[in-house]
């Protein structure tokens, strides 16, 4: 068997959990890429390096890697799905950060989570990605996301008018700092911080918020994600920024977007049969009175 592990970087502090996992994973012989960056911060004990080897990307995997490991948060698990692309390895996100819908597996949980990889106990959790065509090549080989693709205005300058069209047919004009169009992963994201509402994973849809609208009436659409929703700018500047979750970059408003529904799936590792509602009442604190 072998796995991938993957982070942004760790403080020093959590360097006694990466060492756990190595050690249950060479428990159970299990050959291990990580990420070479990770393998430099650290002076990993010589012991534990005999079955480990680096990796720098996307082209150093290979469909022999059954399970794809992220130490982090939420958005190391974004930048996982950019790594990992189509080979559809499933992501297991131990959660180093704060919030973790996505990375849900606490640091404590690390032999159980090792154990679920080596007997196949694990639930796939199948996610939709958002795909990004542009008539200019834009994010490399990753134009795509796992949260949402938005517009946003550049930085003091104006709002923007943003012509929206659903499958060639015109929707609205948002007069508005920027537009969100979130998967239902990314709808518990950075939409819901703009009073999006909150879908399933499961239900097939976009959801579309604008950022700041200059009429109150405006509100968020759900679509299905079979649509084809393309966009015109039209601005004071000449320029706005394009992003893919925490990816960005500057394009002239001239430029021509539309996104779709990606081809290919996240796969998300679960422990157990938690559901999605468990999920936002924990991570939400519904029912909870912070007075106590």
Known sequence: MKVAIYSRGLDQAQEAPLLILLEELARHKIEVLIFRLLLIQYNLPTPLLENV????????????????????????????????????????????????????????????????????????DKRSLIHLDANIPLFGDSPFALNEFSIHKRD?????????????????????????????????????????????????????????????????????????????????????ICALDARREIVDKKIQLAVKKESFDANLIKLNENSFLSTLREKLTWGMDKRN
């Open 53 to 124: 080897t680096a990796f720098d990307g996307y082209a150093d995997l290979d469909k022999s890697i059954e399970c794809f490991i992220t130490l982090g948060g939420d958005g190391t698990i974004l930048d996982a799905t950019t790594i990992v692309r189509e080979k559809r390895i499933p992501l297991l996100g131990i959660n180093f950060g704060r919030l973790g819908f996505l990375a849900n597996i606490s640091r404590n949980e690390v032999a159980m989570a090792v154990d679920a990889i080596v007997n196949h106990t694990f639930i796939s």
């Open 156 to 240: 003091t300058s104006p709002m923007i008018k943003i012509h929206t069209y659903l499958n060639g047919e015109f929707l609205n004009t948002f007069w508005a700092d920027g537009l969100i169009v979130a998967t239902p992963t990314g709808s518990t994201g950075y939409s819901l911080s703009c009073t999006g509402p909150i879908v399933f994973p499961d239900s097939k849809n976009f959801v579309l918020t604008p950022v700041a609208p200059h009429n109150l009436n405006v509100r968020s659409i759900v679509v299905a994600d079979s649509s084809i929703i393309s966009f015109e700018i039209e601005s004071r500047a000449d320029e706005f």
